[in-house]
Structures are given as C-alpha cells and as structure tokens.
C-alpha cells in the first residue's frame, strides 16, 4: 500500500514536473508525511542517494531543488537499496530519453524534468522487486 501511495505522489510530482518545470512543495510534504510509516532508522541511509544531485544543484544550475529534495525523501521512504536501483534506472531513462527529445526537437542545451524518470525508475524498481 505505501508503494501505491508514494508512486501515486511520483507520478503527480512527474507530471507536474513536465508543465512546469518545477516539483511544488505539497509533493515533497506529502512524501515527508510517510516516512514515519514502516521506518527503519537503516533507511536515513537512503538519504545518501541525493548527495550528487545536491551537489550538482549548487554548483550549477542544471538541477533544480526539487529533484533532490524528492530524491532525499524517496531514499528515506524506500532505503539505500532500492533508492540506488531507482536512481541508476531513472538516470539511465533521463539520459535515453533526453538525448531522443534533444534530437527529435533539434535543440540543443534543452533542460529536461528529472522527476518522471525518476517514477520510471521507481516503477522498474518495484517490478523487478516482484519478478524476483
């Protein structure tokens, strides 16, 4: 049922991830509001996942607060484990899916939501987590 309910939150951040190019914080409060159901305290090592993308998101302006902040949250809620297969799934999908836009549109330097393949990510997790 958490599952459900954080895929849910995924999917409404993602879209509106898409329209606006910016992840509202009702998102990351409702994601904030399950941690404390079925929490490990080995799960704040989940937290770590978001480390890159802090970074990135000081240093530059490619990467916007959001991304990690549901990133931290989505490491916390799932744990390290399932946070990295999510993370590596959703940077492999970004990356899949930004190059085919880039080059579709025939723009270049194009800033792509990080969210929706981030839920993409989450989704091949949570088959992959059922199939094995």
């Known amino acids: ?8 939150i995924l999917l409404s951040a993602g879209i ?3 329209k606006r190019r910016e992840v509202p914080i009702v998102y990351q409060v409702l994601l904030l509001v ?7 305290i080995e799960n704040l090592w989940g937290a770590l996942i978001a480390v890159p993308f802090f970074v990135a998101s000081v240093l530059t302006d490619k990467i916007g607060g959001g991304d990690w902040k549901v990133t931290v949250l989505l490491g916390v809620l799932i ?3 399932k946070a990295f297969a999510t993370v590596v799934m959703g940077c492999i999908i970004f990356i899949i ?7 579709t549109k025939g723009k270049g330097d194009m800033l792509f939501p990080f ?3 981030l839920t993409v990510g ?9 199939i094995f």
């Open 1 to 8: 049922m958490k599952a459900y309910i954080i895929l849910c």
């Open 16 to 18: 509106t991830d898409i």
């Open 34 to 40: 399950l941690i404390p159901f079925g929490f490990h």
């Open 79 to 81: 744990g390290i484990h």
């Open 97 to 103: 899916s930004s190059f085919v836009i880039e080059k």
């Open 115 to 117: 969210v929706p393949s």
């Open 122 to 130: 989450y989704i091949v997790t949570l088959i992959l987590e059922a």
